[in-house]
């Protein structure tokens, strides 16, 4: 019979953390996205405190699963791709944390729109 101690269920949980947000693939018509930073800085230079910044909708998408299967298990093309920038919903997503950094998983269907630059 194996009797795990503290430390070494410490250390499994260590080696299934993220070391990276690279090694996250969604699956299915997932989309990763992480939110772009708003201006904690007015126009005129003065700076805002971060409790009056709001969080923006505007995301840049990170990675795409390869998409959904229809009823006859056909692939179903992604709406977007790596590197789009995207509105996304201000609530709702996954959120995933990775060190410091934020990010969220969205299904395809709940983008809201594409930003063409």
Do not use: C, W
């Amino acid at each position: 019979m194996a009797v795990f101690t503290g430390s070494m269920v410490n250390n499994e949980r260590r080696t299934t953390a993220l070391k990276s947000i690279r090694a996250l693939a969604p699956l299915l018509d997932r989309v990763l996205v992480q939110r772009v930073k708003a201006e904690a800085k007015t126009a005129g230079g003065l700076f805002l405190p971060e409790s009056s910044v709001k969080e923006l909708n505007e995301a840049k998408v990170l990675a795409v699963g390869p998409g959904g299967l229809d009823r006859d298990g056909k692939r179903i093309p992604m709406s977007v791709q790596a590197g789009d920038k995207v509105l996304i919903p201000q609530y709702g997503g996954s959120p995933i944390k990775v060190g410091e950094e934020e990010y969220s998983l969205f299904r395809d269907h709940e983008v809201l729109a594409k930003i063409n630059e």
